[in-house]
């Protein structure tokens, strides 16, 4: 507002220009300024006073602030949060929806800080063990097993251990996924080809590259730069093709022949037969290009399944499901089953207000009741839902409901599969030595930094602007200086 | 006012006395010149709460080793914070991105901006439409312009840029991450222009008529007009705007946040001091690297600044001159 003053006063002419070198106007703005900022902020500490004011007073209802991640599968718990309301009349779930990086980022920043202005936040399996470890999370594993009907043994073992620190749940399961191939039949027919049940990137990049046309993309796969977009994909492909983050000195491998063998297969599969503008790309833009029917196949979340079964029904009609693919495809090697695993997750910081109706909302949101009441939902926010769209990968009782098995016929078996065999001990070949877990990330603090930085070399390698040998050396150079920060590397 | 009613009525008192006079006038000077300032000190004050307070914390923890993803790791560790960023290459990397992004952006929108305010400056029927259509960019939120550019400008479904090389057979570019510099530098003449061209604008208008007339009775023609009269009367505001706009661009945030994410050419080719504190701070959670170089970049931006605004005054000394 000053700025335009100013601006505004220059444009007047001269006699208005000159009078910005004149004292009593510089001040008479600057006292204007002060004396708005100082009503504003004010007014701010009487808004905040009402507040605390009408919650105290009624004594009843009972407001719970919550940092969520902006997916669909979130947009559809707001959306749904009547039935919420109905069991739990005192409580008010009030959402702060941000997309990935921004949500991340706020609630590291929130949680590590101890600056507690969310009730709950919505975490993953990256940070909970490492915040747990730290003291920073709400203990779950006493109140959930006292609550019998949440059933705690109903959560899927590899996605409960990913939340487990010394045994104990730090976060309750979401959603949970791993990653799968998609592929459109009808076009694979067409060109003679068939898609194994376990397909390996050589057999993958062969069909993306015979059924790519200027029009319709041989393969959709993220390129955009983040730690969770596109170094999540590449990851798995590294790990499948024998290759590392670190060896066990913590020795960074970047250079090493398998990442680079994995880097150059990725980038040269984009730019052979990948869609075009991939360097932009993420899992929505890759949905919907799928989904509208400009990309033969995609590489992403399990969760996409249930996405494209509702919300593009033909497409889905048409769609084949893989597993992950794996091997290198430079040596022929066969390589580890390279699904990831991941789960969003809510978790209790440590020391804020209302634990307990929060922890009554992080029941609801990850119970089985819940679960069973989206799938009689046929529209959620104006949009088609069905069974299939249920938050997948969480609880067995899902894949044992008749109507789940249903409507979930075609991909449920891999969803399932995927995520039971992911192997975030120890994600790449058995004979590799790693210090670190984690399937497309490493389970280290110090890990967001440096994979955003590597994923900003990955983008630049598929968008041209660096050839991959470059892009690796600097990733190389970031990693080195990341573990000797952190005093891993001597 | 009642203070110089009194002061003009022991006047004729005085006048015998005039070295008891010279005694009381500072002190009566001086308390007018607080009683003036009186209303000032709100904003005073408040400034010095919002700004100085926060330096000083930020000085503070850029001696410590605050990372907040680490606990215990919040200890005095001397200037060690301040050898991490002036050895990280990125950081490096940043003071140049500052520099090229800040003068080409400054420099590109000045001359368009300056060519626009030449045209704005005849009258013509609309002019005034023209003129608020011209300085609407200005006045939008720079995290709103970055996103109205990433999804209609460079985007790959929306984009009008990949439409128009279409017509040239040239296939989907991917603008933000091919060019991500000249694209966040594109977003920034877009907002800049305006600003550059009101100011040129206002150095049109305060032309002496007189001098135009005389330059047309001698001979000259419209570009000699231009290049020997306007010319020269329009640069001390084109160094105003120059200066003024260098003292914002170097601060660009938003339109980074939204395009690139820092990223580009080496994978942070976009990444200026604003961006790269940013990174140290929500990326990395390092407090005290991110205070750090703050600290630096507050230091660096002191010393442009006592030049810049040595000229800036001199301009308006100048100015007022005239």
């Not at chain 1, 718990?77 to 919420?84: S, V």
């Not at chain 1, 959402?95 to 590590?112: K, M, Y």
């Not at chain 1, 598929?462 to 040998?469: N, R």
């Not at chain 2, 260098?246 to 660009?252: A, D, F, K, N």
Request: aromatic content about 12%; hydrophobic content about 45%; charged content about 15%.
């Amino acid at each position: 507002m000053y700025k335009m003053r100013r601006s505004l006063a220059l444009s007047a002419g001269p006699r208005a220009s000159r009078k910005l070198g004149n004292a009593p106007r510089r001040r008479k703005i600057g006292f204007l300024a002060g004396a708005i900022a100082m009503v504003a902020a004010l007014g701010g500490t009487y808004a905040g006073f009402a507040q605390a004011n009408s919650v105290k007073k009624s004594g009843k209802t009972v407001t719970i602030k919550i940092a969520i991640e902006s997916n669909s599968n979130m947009l559809n718990i707001e959306n749904l949060i009547g039935e919420f309301y109905k069991l739990y009349p005192g409580i008010k779930v009030d959402f702060d929806t941000l997309n990935e990086n921004n949500e991340r980022a706020l609630v590291e920043t929130d949680v590590s800080t101890h600056a507690n202005e969310f009730n709950a936040v919505m975490i993953s399996n990256y940070e909970t063990p490492i915040w747990a470890k730290n003291g920073w999370l709400q203990n779950l594993t006493p109140a959930l097993t006292a609550d019998t009907s949440y059933d705690i043994n109903d959560l899927l073992k590899p996605i409960r251990d990913s939340l487990s620190y010394k045994g104990n749940l730090y976060s309750v399961p979401f959603y949970g996924e791993s990653s799968m191939l998609y592929y459109r039949k009808s076009i694979l027919a067409a060109a003679g080809e068939t898609m194994p049940l376990h397909p390996t990137w050589a057999q993958v990049a062969a069909i993306a590259a015979k059924v790519n046309t200027p029009s319709v993309a041989g393969i959709c796969l993220r390129g955009v730069n983040g730690w969770g977009d596109n170094l999540a994909v590449m990851d798995t492909i590294v790990n499948t093709f024998g290759g590392s983050w670190f060896n066990d000195k913590w020795q960074p491998q970047l250079t090493s022949t398998p990442d680079e063998q994995a880097w150059n297969f990725y980038v040269n599969l984009i730019k052979a037969a990948g869609e075009s503008g991939a360097s932009q790309d993420n899992f929505p833009q890759c949905e919907t290009l799928y989904g509208e029917g400009k990309a033969a196949m995609w590489y992403d979340a399990t969760v996409a399944a249930g996405l494209i079964t509702t919300t593009y029904p033909t497409v889905g009609a048409d769609t084949g499901y893989a597993y992950a693919p794996t091997g290198n495809a430079t040596t022929g090697a066969s390589g580890v089953h390279s699904g990831w695993l991941y789960t969003w997750s809510l978790s209790i910081p440590k020391g804020v207000g209302e634990q307990a109706d929060t922890l009554k909302f992080l029941e609801w949101a990850t119970s089985k009741q819940y679960l069973d009441y989206s799938g009689t939902q046929t529209k959620v926010g104006g949009q088609p839902f069905g069974w299939a769209d249920i938050n997948p990968g969480t609880r067995y009782s899902t894949y044992s409901n008749p109507n789940y098995q249903k409507a979930a016929a075609a991909f449920y078996k891999i969803t399932l599969n995927s995520i039971n065999t992911a192997t975030p001990a120890h994600s790449t070949d058995p004979n590799v030595a790693i210090p670190y877990g984690g399937v497309q990330f490493v389970d280290e603090p110090w890990f967001i930094n440096l994979g955003n930085e590597v994923s900003n070399n990955l983008e630049a390698a598929i968008a041209g602007t660096e050839t991959v040998t470059q892009a690796l050396a600097t990733s190389q150079t970031e990693a080195k200086a990341a573990v000797t920060s952190a005093g891993l590397l001597k | 006012m009642s203070d110089a009613l009194a002061t003009a009525q022991q006047l004729p008192a005085d006048r015998g006395a005039p070295a008891s006079r010279r005694q009381r006038s500072p002190s009566s000077e001086r308390r007018k010149v607080w009683v003036r300032r009186l209303p000032l000190m709100p904003a005073l004050i408040y400034m010095i709460v919002v700004t100085q307070v926060p330096f000083l914390v930020t000085l503070w923890y850029s001696f410590r080793s605050w990372n907040s993803l680490v606990p215990g790791s919040n200890k005095f560790v001397g200037f060690s914070s301040f050898s991490t960023v002036l050895s990280d290459p990125m950081f490096r990397q940043a003071a140049v991105v500052t520099v090229e992004m800040t003068a080409s952006a400054v420099i590109l929108s000045m001359l368009l901006g300056t060519s626009l305010a030449i045209l704005i400056n005849r009258k013509f029927r609309g002019r005034g439409i023209v003129r608020t259509m011209l300085i609407t960019p200005f006045l939008v939120i720079p995290v709103a312009t970055g996103l109205l550019f990433q999804t209609t400008i460079y985007g790959s479904y929306f984009g009008i840029l990949d439409w128009i090389v279409s017509w040239f057979g040239i296939g989907q570019v991917t603008w933000a991450s091919t060019y991500a510099l000249p694209s966040v530098v594109a977003v920034l003449v877009w907002e800049w222009t305006p600003f550059m061209m009101l100011i040129v604008l206002a150095g049109l208008q305060s032309e002496s008529l007189e001098a135009l007339e005389a330059a047309g009775v001698d001979g000259a023609n419209a570009f000699q007009t231009f290049v020997s009269i306007s010319f020269p009367h329009l640069r001390r505001y084109i160094e105003l705007g120059l200066l003024l706009g260098s003292i914002y661009i170097v601060q660009t945030f938003g339109e980074i946040f939204i395009l690139t994410q820092g990223g580009g050419g080496n994978g942070n080719a976009t990444t200026n001091f604003a961006y790269y504190i940013y990174k140290q701070v929500e990326n990395a959670d390092n407090y005290s690297l991110g205070a750090a170089a703050g600290v630096i970049v507050v230091i660096a931006t002191e010393i442009i600044a006592v030049f810049a605004l040595r000229l800036l005054s001199g301009l308006f000394q100048v100015a007022e001159g005239t």
